[in-house]
């Protein structure tokens, strides 16, 4: 099975400060997502990482505050803006392989806190 | 736009025994996908199992069953005999077919904890 590396794992940040997470995938996939889980809480879908192109965002998301890229097939980052303590959640990556366009795939989550 | 539902926030079960986690969705689409996921404190989301809208027979992987009734678009995970290692939270989602790959909506979440 694919191996999916979501780095950091966890970070302790600034107010005020940015913070990239990068997911990266050891074999091509068909689409990319982040998601965000805030603290006790459920997954939102804040953008699909799109190759080579601008990300499409969920309503409530926007590219100024989550600037996302997508180089290649295998790799996408997402950059948290001006942190506030409000940002503080779980980010993750998510995968959907062209062997299965049914079935999503995670990395271990970005644990954020912002101070 | 979707909606799932999971009413029970928190469930408990005594090791070996079996217990029944609830999902309720609401949806237009006739095509489309259902899942479960667990989320260890670990934080790793790993599918548990998956069902077809378009199927009728219930899926089963090893101790993890689900009741699908998609007249009444209920989806409920059943586990059987109980382990230590199930304690986590479990999350139900749908994903719409056509080009909805793997954009998922999640329901709140269950907590559930196995008891020795």
């Known amino acids: 099975s694919a191996v999916i590396s979501q780095k950091p794992s966890r970070d302790i940040c600034q107010r005020g400060t940015s913070l990239t997470i990068q997911c990266q995938v050891d074999?091509?996939?068909?689409?990319m997502f982040w998601y965000r889980q805030q603290p006790g809480q459920s997954l939102t879908l804040i953008a699909t990482?799109?190759?080579?192109?601008?990300?499409?965002?969920e309503s409530g998301f926007v590219i100024d505050k989550f600037p996302i890229s997508r180089p290649n097939l295998t790799f996408s980052t997402l950059t948290v803006s001006n942190m506030s303590p409000e940002d503080s959640s779980i980010y993750l990556c998510?995968?959907?392989?062209?062997?299965?366009?049914?079935?999503?795939?995670f990395g271990q989550g970005t644990r954020l806190t912002v101070v | 736009a979707q909606t799932v539902t999971q009413s029970q926030p928190e469930m408990s079960v005594q090791e070996a025994e079996t217990v029944t986690l609830s999902c309720t969705y609401d949806?237009?689409?006739?095509?489309?996908?259902l899942f479960w996921y667990k989320q260890p404190p670990s934080r790793q989301m790993i599918l548990v199992i998956r069902q077809e809208a378009y199927k009728q027979q219930n899926a089963t992987e090893n101790r993890f069953s689900v009741n699908f009734q998609k007249a009444a678009k209920s989806f409920s995970l059943k586990i059987s005999d109980s382990q230590l290692g199930d304690t986590a939270m479990y999350f139900c989602?749908?994903?719409?077919?056509?080009?909805?790959?793997?954009?998922?909506?999640f329901g709140q979440g269950t907590i559930l904890t196995v008891h020795p």
């Open positions: 998510s995968v959907v392989f062209r062997r299965s366009n049914t079935e999503a795939f």
């Open positions: 990482a799109n190759q080579g192109s601008e990300a499409t965002y």
């Open positions: 989602a749908f994903l719409a077919g056509g080009t909805s790959y793997g954009k998922l909506t």
């Open positions: 949806t237009s689409e006739n095509n489309y996908y």
């Open positions: 074999s091509q996939v068909t689409m």
